[in-house]
């Protein structure tokens, strides 16, 4: 069986604990119950698509492959603008 966690406080929920389950979209999301009486409004659910480019082609990255999208989580962003990243330029004699 699926372990039930609180979306909220991260508690991994026991058999017999009480929850509210919302349902978004083809998603599920669980609270407990001590986080729904704090606040029963549902908050930070919806899941960010990412685009990028590979092979010539910007698409949602969790379309690629397993493979392009371990790739994607190897990459590094550089900062050209960053001060510390700007090579010196050496000066002419």
């Given at each position: 069986?699926?372990?039930?966690?609180?979306?909220?406080?991260?508690?991994?929920l026991?058999?017999?604990?009480?929850?509210?389950?919302?349902?978004?979209?083809?998603?599920?999301?669980?609270?407990c119950?001590?986080?729904?009486?704090?606040?029963?409004?549902?908050?930070?659910?919806?899941?960010?698509?990412?685009?990028?480019?590979?092979?010539?082609?910007?698409?949602?990255?969790?379309?690629?492959?397993?493979?392009?999208?371990?790739?994607?989580?190897?990459?590094?962003?550089y900062?050209?603008?960053?001060?510390?990243?700007?090579?010196?330029?050496?000066?002419?004699?």
């Amino acid at each position: 069986m699926k372990k039930l966690v609180c979306h909220d406080c991260k508690k991994e929920l026991e058999k017999g604990d009480e929850y509210v389950l919302y349902e978004v979209v083809s998603d599920k999301f669980i609270k407990c119950k001590k986080c729904y009486k704090k606040d029963p409004i549902l908050k930070n659910f919806k899941k960010a698509e990412v685009y990028s480019r590979v092979v010539g082609y910007i698409r949602p990255v969790d379309q690629w492959n397993k493979g392009k999208q371990a790739e994607f989580g190897d990459r590094k962003e550089y900062d050209v603008a960053c001060k510390p990243c700007k090579t010196k330029k050496g000066k002419k004699k």
